[in-house]
């Protein structure tokens, strides 16, 4: 009887240990910057499973991927994304380039292995041909406001943009295509994933645009990872190529022309700042 008694009061002190134990096995939040960057982010404002955009489907297949992390969506600006991040309220910026005003803030780059591309875009007029897009001297720009262009050598100031390039900032790629085919801009950037998206929506208008096959820079996304994030470099690695293993990012990705490359096998980290 005394064992018997012993075994009990044992199994008593398990069963009230197990529910405290319960907190600890919770999956630990990642928080992930949302920046109104369409076809990534089309409401930086409304985060969770309903948001429309690349970033919720990715989001969504990770945390689906795992337990141990819940990868979650924190509403930013383009530029105030910069001080979140250095001060710790977001974790994650995904869909980045270290180029884009990143190079004095300590993070680490992951490189996604996703390409994208910033395109020409200008009215198709009767003998207009690729060769309008030699050179932007004397022409109207319509641009995006707080984005980094390579011919601008990556300078995002709107009066250097303004006054250097004769250049209109709009605050949608929308704005930017609606100015050229209404005559009020000669020449848009725009993604090639967005431009996409928007004749999709927008089929009237394919005719209408003449598309350069000159590229003004490619996108190869980055993941920067805040130093003292709860989740480290190789364990997001881990989980995001196995994404790319099983054909989610493939179908995630490639509807919007957004090449999925392979891996070369190793995980690679760029200097911590």
């Not at 197990?18 to 096995?25: E, Q, R, S, V």
Request: with cysteine.
């Amino acid at each position: 009887m005394g064992f018997i008694r012993h075994w009990l009061s044992r199994v008593g002190s398990v069963c009230i240990a197990l529910p405290l134990a319960g907190p600890l096995l919770a999956a630990q939040d990642v928080r992930v910057a949302a920046v109104y960057f369409p076809p990534y982010v089309f409401k930086a404002e409304q985060v969770g499973a309903e948001s429309p955009g690349l970033l919720s489907e990715l989001l969504t297949v990770l945390n689906q991927a795992q337990g141990d992390y819940r990868f979650v969506m924190v509403p930013t600006a383009i530029k105030r994304r910069f001080a979140d991040f250095e001060q710790g309220r977001l974790d994650l910026a995904i869909f980045e380039n270290p180029n884009w005003g990143w190079q004095h803030i300590r993070h680490v780059a992951l490189d996604m292995h996703l390409e994208d591309s910033e395109i020409f875009v200008a009215r198709a007029e009767r003998g207009r041909d690729q060769g309008y897009f030699d050179t932007l001297n004397g022409k109207r720009l319509a641009l995006y406001h707080g984005y980094n262009y390579a011919f601008a050598g990556f300078n995002p100031e709107p009066e250097y943009l303004s006054k250097t390039f004769n250049a209109t900032l709009n605050h949608s790629h929308d704005s930017s295509l609606l100015m050229v085919l209404r005559q009020r801009a000669d020449i848009a950037l725009v993604t090639r994933s967005y431009l996409g998206d928007f004749l999709e929506r927008n089929r009237q208008y394919a005719e209408q645009l003449l598309i350069s096959e000159r590229i003004d820079q490619r996108y190869r996304h980055h993941v920067l990872l805040r130093p003292g994030a709860p989740i480290d470099p190789e364990q997001f690695m881990a989980i995001f190529e196995s994404l790319r293993d099983n054909g989610q990012l493939l179908k995630i990705f490639s509807r919007y022309q957004i090449g999925v490359l392979p891996r070369d096998g190793q995980v690679k980290l760029a200097a911590e700042r």
